[in-house]
């Protein structure tokens, strides 16, 4: 029995932190822009098309940006609001896909194999991303092909703003005239050895043996030669938000003391932050809980731009517990949850000087992981429970 073709469509959201800058203030439109942070060892988190033209590229450290265009805007960023947006989008997908990835946090792959009986996938996929562009006003590329590495492809060459299918069997007409660079994972270093080897294009790449680009590139070589021939077997992996992580504490005795509750808010949400980066997450959401010695139980929560850093999560957390505490009342229990886990939102904190609070973090949690969790803690939190 024959396989139904596969379709992966991929949807990418167009230079998105700069058009969410656009459509918060519609003056930058059409200006050579980046988001990013003005700093010394500041990089570009984002650029517009308008930039790129003067070869400006995301991750370029942002004096040579400036070098490259005397001209250019900078703008640091809304970071709210790029959770804000990719949220929507992610709830529109998640509302009309049978199923999806979210690849990050303007990124998407959505798994169309054997719809064809009840729909047009290219029909469909074109109704989506109309419905995306007039809900949020934002500009979407989408590729549909039949694996996830041709359709991801296909995105790049519509940008921007726009569309395009590759039908099974026109692989390699796709293929064969682009650059091997084009090949998503290939950086510059694998382009030069290739280059090396005397291989530019994906033709050159395919029509190379394969045991020459296995002894020059190890396994990747491999890789990228089944890549030159249009095969990709990587699966979508079905959204599902990820589970919560929380820590809460029941007294012996009721707590009365105000220091000491709020003590306990930045022992727990520095506990969770730590948790956090270790496990290379972030979160989009805060909750409080608060049990008082008639068991009256009470809780709240609010979405943040995702972090994992404990001086924004004790922000949050102490700002629902003014929100949620009954003033002047014994705690029998406190507990802090942190929700809406994401391994790709730390991209959202690159257009910020973030730099010497990651450095400052890492050397924290170096220290913990070495001698404990509870070998350093800072000045508001107690160090036993």
């Known amino acids: 029995m024959n396989q139904p073709p596969r379709w992966i469509a991929h949807f990418d959201l167009d230079a998105f932190f700069v058009s969410v800058e656009c459509l918060l203030n519609p003056s930058l439109k059409g200006l050579p822009l980046v988001v990013g942070g003005k700093g ?16 400006i590229q995301s991750a370029m450290p942002m004096r040579k940006a400036e070098q490259l265009c005397p001209t250019l805007t900078i703008v640091n960023g809304t970071r709210g609001e790029y959770s804000r947006y990719s949220r929507i989008v992610t709830d529109l997908i998640a509302s009309a896909a049978p199923m999806f990835e979210k690849a990050s946090i303007d990124e998407f792959y959505i798994d169309l194999t054997g719809m064809d009986r009840f729909f047009n996938p290219l029909q469909w996929t074109m109704g989506l991303r109309q419905k995306i562009m007039d809900t ?36 390699q007409a796709f293929l064969d005239p682009m650059r091997v660079d084009k090949i998503p994972g290939v950086g510059d270093q694998t382009f030069r050895n ?34 030159a021939q249009g095969i990709h077997t990587s699966e979508v992996a079905p959204w599902q938000e990820a589970k919560s992580i929380s820590t809460e504490n029941t007294y012996e005795l009721d707590l009365t003391d105000l220091e000491t509750l709020q003590q306990e808010l930045v022992r727990m949400a520095e506990k969770l932050g730590y948790e956090l980066r270790q496990e ?13 010695p008639d068991f009256e139980t009470s809780s709240r929560q609010t979405s943040i731009p995702y972090t994992f850093y404990d001086d924004e999560l004790i922000l949050q957390a102490k700002q629902l517990f003014k929100e949620l505490y009954r003033k002047g009342q014994p705690v029998r229990l406190l507990g802090v949850r942190v929700s809406e886990l994401t391994d790709e939102a730390r991209q959202t904190n690159l257009f910020q000087d973030m730099n010497r609070k990651a450095d400052l973090y890492k050397a924290i949690d170096s220290v913990k992981t070495k001698f404990g969790k509870s070998a350093i803690f800072k000045a508001g939190g107690t160090k036993n429970s």
């Open 136 to 171: 949020t006003q934002l500009p979407i590329s989408f590729g549909l092909a039949p694996n996830k590495m041709l359709a991801k492809m296909a995105t790049n060459e519509a940008k921007p703003n726009g569309w395009k299918k590759i039908e099974p069997g026109a692989e």
């Open 280 to 292: 290379n997450k972030m979160a989009g959401c805060v909750a409080v809980k608060i049990r008082y």
């Open 40 to 55: 010394d060892r500041s990089v570009v988190a984002a650029c517009s098309y308008e930039a790129r033209k003067f070869g």
């Open 194 to 227: 290739l280059l090396q080897l005397g291989i530019e294009t994906i033709y050159e790449l395919r029509q190379a043996k394969p045991q020459l680009l296995q002894k020059q590139l190890g396994k990747h070589g491999l890789d990228l030669w089944q890549k």
